[in-house]
């Protein structure tokens, strides 16, 4: 029987999987900095102040932050194929629905309602992966699912001010609302909460997730099933859980002011004109693509050759921080505008080696509860989220954008020593905490 595997074609579901997850990412963020690029008209508009945008810009991430643990919960509990679907809808509406937004009150009670669509989204797929992926692909498999983050602000200005000036910045969001429908359709579709389920994966797409080991190609038949909670009591006494989750705030945080404030940046400190800007704004989530998609692959293949976890993603996660901090601090002391960019552009890029290990690390760490640990990550992540928007206009403000910017590339050396604290070579999950359920009686 064996053999008759080994001679049948693999299936590759899981990497159509893969792409949908890159897809709905990409949407995701598209949805996000929609709002920054449109934020120069709207505050014409309204009158608004920075200090308020910041806001606008905080209460998505405070919603969005309230859902990352819940988030990761409902989807061991319901299934990443309904939670990731509803998410991807949800978001979907409170997108258009930004359209309408007629006063601060309203575009924050919209926003926030969005960010908390949004939530159970990363976390949902984490725990696809884990169930999808064998342990030598997960790697590349969450650099698709991070990379489709970050390819939406390397197209979404350049769309975004095509569009306003095409049809005015309220069709933006409806227009993006469109397309996050369309995707949750098709994740609900072809998603299953494990390839055993899905009709469009053969037994040799099995054996391949299994790692090549017939006895765990066989328990692909079988069902798992987790413990109703996750063990959060054990995992609250880890350091390793408080250390994955402080330095993915500083990760977060950094990558937040980017996406809340770089469009404004470059047009104010930068004095780049509006059509200037949507290009010079896509250039450091480009240089994030890239190396998010890259590390993927290479830290694969050092785990492959027989690298530790603990080195391959410790050195992949302090390293990127490490010249993040570097690079913002000479962007931030640029005087000529486009040697700016190139800083900034090779310090936003560099955080793709450190998202990479971040995400991949809570598969490592978390086993049969990555949602729930990918979600406690996301949680402090995007406390940083909430944090940076309002923290950056502030400084700005009071200060300048300068001074702004230099807080932000100070706060990378946290997340340095935070890696060191993280050991992706011991699971916080052991055997007991997974409780196998029983064949089915056969009839």
């Known amino acids: 029987m064996n053999a008759a595997v080994g001679r049948t074609k693999s299936t590759n579901m899981r990497w159509v999987l ?23 008209v709207i505050m014409k508009e309204f009158h608004f102040t920075k200090i308020g945008i910041g806001w606008m810009q905080t209460a998505f991430f405070l919603g969005y932050a309230i859902m990352q643990i819940p988030g990761g919960m409902l989807s061991e509990r319901f299934g990443h194929r309904r939670v990731a679907a509803l998410a991807v809808a949800w978001w979907s509406a409170f997108t258009a629905l930004t359209a309408f937004g ?28 884990y169930h999808w992926f064998a342990k030598f692909e997960r790697g590349k498999a969450s650099s698709l699912m991070l990379s489709g983050a970050f390819l939406g602000p390397v197209i979404g200005p350049g769309v975004t001010v095509g569009l306003m000036l095409a049809f005015g910045w309220r069709w933006v969001f409806i227009i993006f609302s469109l397309a996050g429908l369309l995707f949750a359709t098709l994740w609900y579709i072809f998603d299953r909460q494990t390839p055993k389920e899905s ?26 099933k987790k413990a109703k909670l996750a063990p959060w009591r054990k995992f609250m006494g880890s350091y390793q859980f408080w250390a994955i989750a402080l330095q993915y705030f500083i990760t977060d945080y950094v990558m937040y002011v980017f996406l809340a404030w770089l469009p404004l940046y470059l047009m104010e400190a930068q004095k780049f004109s509006l059509a200037k800007m949507g290009f010079a704004a896509s250039l450091p989530w480009l240089a994030l693509f890239i190396t998010t998609i890259g590390t993927g692959v290479v830290a694969d293949k050092m785990v492959a050759a027989g690298m530790s976890k603990f080195h391959a993603r410790t050195t992949f996660g302090s390293v990127g921080l490490v010249l993040c901090c570097v690079t913002l601090y000479l962007g931030a002391v640029a005087t000529v505008p486009w040697q700016n960019v190139l800083w900034m552009s090779l310090s936003l890029g560099s955080l793709g080696l450190t998202f990479n290990a971040s995400w991949a690390a809570c598969l490592d760490i978390g086993g049969q509860y990555s949602g729930s640990v990918s979600g406690w990550m996301n949680l402090w992540g995007n ?33 340095v020593v935070s890696w060191f604290l993280v050991r992706p070579d011991r699971s916080l999950v052991v055997e007991a905490d997974i409780v196998p359920l029983p064949e089915p009686a056969t009839v």
């Not at 502030?394 to 990378?412: D, E, G, Q």
Request: proline share 5%.
């Open 18 to 40: 893969a792409g949908i997850m890159f897809m709905i990412s990409f949407v995701s963020y598209m949805d996000r900095v929609n709002l920054s690029v449109a934020v120069p």
């Open 102 to 129: 007629t006063s601060l009150f309203t575009f924050l009670i919209i926003r926030g309602l969005f960010g908390l669509g949004e939530g159970p989204a990363f976390p949902s797929f984490s725990n696809c992966i």
């Open 199 to 224: 009709k469009y994966v053969n037994a040799a797409e099995l054996n391949l997730i299994a790692g090549g080991d017939p006895v765990l190609a066989a328990e692909q038949a079988l069902t798992l």
């Open 383 to 415: 406390i940083g989220g909430v944090l940076a928007p309002i923290v950056t206009a502030w400084i700005a403000t009071r200060f300048s954008w300068r001074a702004a910017i230099l807080v932000t590339s100070a706060s990378a050396l946290i997340g």
